[in-house]
């Protein structure tokens, strides 16, 4: 849109002219930051019909019953009121045994456990409780979106370490040495990653941790997906040498559980981050959602066997969607954890967002482009295999239509059988 253009009946002068005197009230942090890039596919989606989506991030099952039920009845039982600030003492200690049985990581239940509103809580009060305003954060990227939006919004200064599809997504300790000023303070980290799939090697791990102890930083290491593995085990960065007294740990219920309107994760770190944590968090939050902390807390007691059947289904998933885009020639990198594929479009010609609103316009099947997770995202596109079977064999026959459509690849036998 520019200047002089009318948008229905509205002059886009006018539209501009009003935002400016809206904006004068604002901060300029607010007033600069970036809308998120995942949204507007979904406003544009949500307007079609007939619209296949592997845009969403989020788990397709629902929260297990026993899960459910515990939630219902703790309101039953009458549990309607704040909890403790910290979050109830059995869900902290749930969450202590858990880490300490899956890590043999030892995190003190009284203050070294903070039960948040859903790790994006516990990503903005990590970054707040680091930063004062200019300071910088090394933040790993193609990334979960929030990431960059949260540091600016925490007074922080996002400074992006870009990872390749040639290098597996690897960060690497030089990557990050290079970007380290005087006023870097934190080191941001989410493996497995979401957009890529992609889980950090050791080798990799360990020169993440050989910088931080060198350039004497903190790690904020962002694990939600960390039960998603395939193929692979998970890696707490608090259980390489050093790095537990310098590292916070963040996860929570939402993926692993299939809990993401319960609004339940988790901070495990030294207290001195916990207690600097929790003392923003009594004044915002008061505590997280009750009807959740109870549902947690049988999650976390006797989900094991629910965590599998969906780990499981998603590796299902993962395979049928990784062999469709390799098979339709958009090479895919191999994602070995969360539930997110990555595969490369250069070989169409187009740019991701190019990509993604024509194949939305023609095909209606809704991918997001890999630049909504930061620069070295562009000629990728984000697929979430965490939706049914019969939608991905769907996605990916409305992808071979366009991408015959297209002159990219010949029509297959198969496609010229069917309608
Ligand atoms: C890497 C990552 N971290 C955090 C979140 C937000 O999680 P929560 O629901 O616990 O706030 C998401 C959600 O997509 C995510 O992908």
Same mark, same amino acid.
């Not at 600016?152 to 599809?165: D, Q």
């Not at 690897?170 to 497995?192: C, F, H, M, N």
């Not at 958009?330 to 967002?353: H, V, W």
């Given at each position: ?40 596919? +979904? ?17 397709? +099952?629902?929260? %297990? ?17 704040? #909890? ?24 003190? %239940?009284?203050? =070294? ?19 004062? $305003? ?7 990227? %193609? ?8 540091? =600016? ?8 370490? %870009? ?5 597996? +997504? ?24 979401? $957009?890529?799939?992609?889980?950090? #090697? ?34 707490? +960065? ?96 191999? $994602? ?6 990555? $595969? ?13 609103? =024509?194949?939305?316009? #023609? ?57």
């Amino acid at each position: 849109m520019k200047p002089g253009q009318s948008y229905g009946n509205v002059e886009i002068e006018a539209i501009v002219e009003e935002i400016k005197l809206m904006n004068r009230y604002l901060s300029k942090t607010v007033v600069n930051l970036r809308p998120s890039g995942i949204r507007r596919y +979904f406003d544009i989606a949500a307007t079609m019909a007939d619209v296949v989506t592997l845009g969403i991030g989020e788990p397709d +099952f629902v929260t %297990p019953s026993r899960i459910v039920a515990a939630g219902q009845q703790s309101l039953s039982d009458g549990h309607t009121g704040y #909890t403790s600030n910290a979050g109830i003492y059995e869900l902290r200690l749930g969450i202590a045994n858990l880490i300490e049985k899956r890590y043999g990581l030892r995190y003190a %239940p009284e203050n =070294e456990v903070l039960v948040t509103v859903g790790v994006s809580e516990a990503l903005f009060l990590a970054l707040k409780v680091l930063l004062d $305003p200019g300071d910088e954060v090394l933040v790993v990227e %193609p990334c979960f979106v929030a990431n960059p939006a949260l540091v =600016e919004t925490a007074g922080g200064i996002p400074v992006m370490a %870009p990872t390749s599809a040639a290098n597996d +997504f690897q960060v690497t300790g030089d990557a990050l040495e290079a970007r380290i000023t005087t006023r870097t303070k934190a080191i941001l980290l989410s493996y497995p990653s979401n $957009p890529t799939g992609a889980i950090l #090697t050791r080798e990799h791990l360990l020169q993440v941790a050989a910088v931080a102890e060198a350039r004497d930083l903190v790690v904020i290491s962002d694990e939600i997906y960390e039960r998603l593995v395939y193929d692979a085990e998970h890696i707490n +960065f608090a259980t390489l040498p050093g790095m537990r007294e310098r590292t916070i740990v963040l996860s929570g219920m939402s993926k692993s559980y299939a809990m993401t309107g319960w609004r339940i994760g988790y901070v495990t770190a030294p207290r001195d981050f916990t207690e600097a944590m929790y003392k923003i968090h009594q004044y915002l939050i008061m505590s997280a959602p009750t009807m959740g902390q109870h549902a947690a807390l049988e999650a976390v007691r006797h989900g094991e066997d629910d965590v599998e059947m969906m780990r499981q289904s998603y590796d299902r998933r993962r395979r049928l969607i990784v062999d469709g885009f390799n098979r339709l020639g958009l090479t895919c990198f191999e $994602p070995r954890g969360a539930f997110y594929a990555f $595969p490369s479009i250069a070989n169409t010609g187009m740019d991701d967002e190019t990509f993604c609103e =024509e194949l939305l316009e #023609t095909e209606r099947l809704a991918l997001i482009p890999g630049r909504a997770f930061g620069a070295s995202g562009r000629g990728f596109v984000r697929a979430s295999y965490a939706t049914g079977e019969d939608t991905i064999r769907e996605a990916l026959r409305r992808l071979e239509r366009f991408l015959v459509s297209r002159g990219v690849i010949a029509p297959s036998a198969e496609a010229m059988l069917s309608p």
